[in-house]
């Protein structure tokens, strides 16, 4: 039976109301979407209170969340002028029959990147190859037009396919990392226009399997880190390392491989440090963070990051992992995130597997990852689509 669709944006203005059931069954979506990919809901970290909370517009970024529902609720909506979208409230009491078939968010970078949409769009797989996902991706694309935004980012996710044959294969352009085709996470994106522009390697880790191998890559690496120290703390950041993490999260945008794209230089100020700490915060991630200083000069040099969602206290992610430019080859990449995966057995003994991304040309931070013990799990596309 063909499926009729039609679509909103989440309506997130704050009201005392509870979340619709709407919002909750975004939050169903996308645990239904990881567990057919992995067979494990880890990405979904967020409570529906976090969802709405991390869609509120801040300072640095902008957000829609357009949604596929089968009907609009019944009654008078409101029309949202930034979308030209009906809206459908994320709070309060909803008509309970209305059915939630795939979303797309919207999130538009306010301080650099200007020129940027990114997108995040999935369909629930019975409503799939009915023109849903390309409806909200006209979508998401009239929000771009409307907002000035000319160039759309997109990434998805695939298992490798083990031997896969030439003419089905979408290599990087960088030249690491290759794709299947014929997957629809590669040829939806294919289809609506974009281009692949790199590629990221997901790798996970048993932390008990990396703390049995802590002790050992130490003693190894001792000898190159002596001109360093190493911090930790977990939750907001301490101000006497707010200036050095202001550096730290500029270098992340000047410093790491972006494939085929170029990436605006961002600014950190200690107020966006401390806005950014308040909005990991209020979206219910905990974490734990780790710093390589200079001993000479006390800069700091390098850092990594572990993040626990409140909702899933079980999963954890290794986020951002950046050594300056000019202090590499010091074993600092595996100094912090040897640090912080011993804070991590203290603080959070109940995590089961910790989640990473790499850049597929990032070799050395894959190397270091595989002596942790990481295993690749997944593959995933960044896209881009340069908008008329
Ligand atoms: C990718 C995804 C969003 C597609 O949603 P969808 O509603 O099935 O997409 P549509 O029906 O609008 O398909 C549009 C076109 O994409 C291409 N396409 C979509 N799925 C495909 C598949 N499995 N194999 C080959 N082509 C496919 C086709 O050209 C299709 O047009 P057609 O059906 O007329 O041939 C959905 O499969 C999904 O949610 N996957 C998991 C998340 C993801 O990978 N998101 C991609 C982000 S870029």
Redesign the pocket.
Known sequence: MTQTFTLAVLDVSSADAPPSHLTEQLIEQDAA?GR??LGHDDFTGNDAEGVLRALQPGPSRRHWMVVALDRLPAGDLPADESSGLPLVPGRGDVDPGVRLL?SVHCGAPLQEDTERLD???????E???????????RAAEDIAHRHGRTLLG?????IPTPDLPGEHALEAPTGYGVLDR????V??????G?RLVQTETHSQLVPAEGLVRCGELQREIEPFVQDYEVVTWAGTTPPEHVEGMCELYRRMSTDLPHGDTERDEAVWTPERVAENDQRREETGMRTIFAMARHRETGQAVAYTYLATPRRRPQAAYQEDTLVAAEHRGHRLGMLVKLAALRRLGEEWPQVERIHTWNAGENVHMLAINEALGYRPVSIE?I?EKQLA
């Open positions: 979407l057919e990919l795939g997108l995040d769009l999935g369909v629930l797989p409503a799939r190859r009915q023109g849903v996902g390309a409806a909200l991706h997109s990434y998805s996710a695939q014929r997957g629809a996470s040829a939806f994106p294919l289809t609506q974009y596309g896209w």
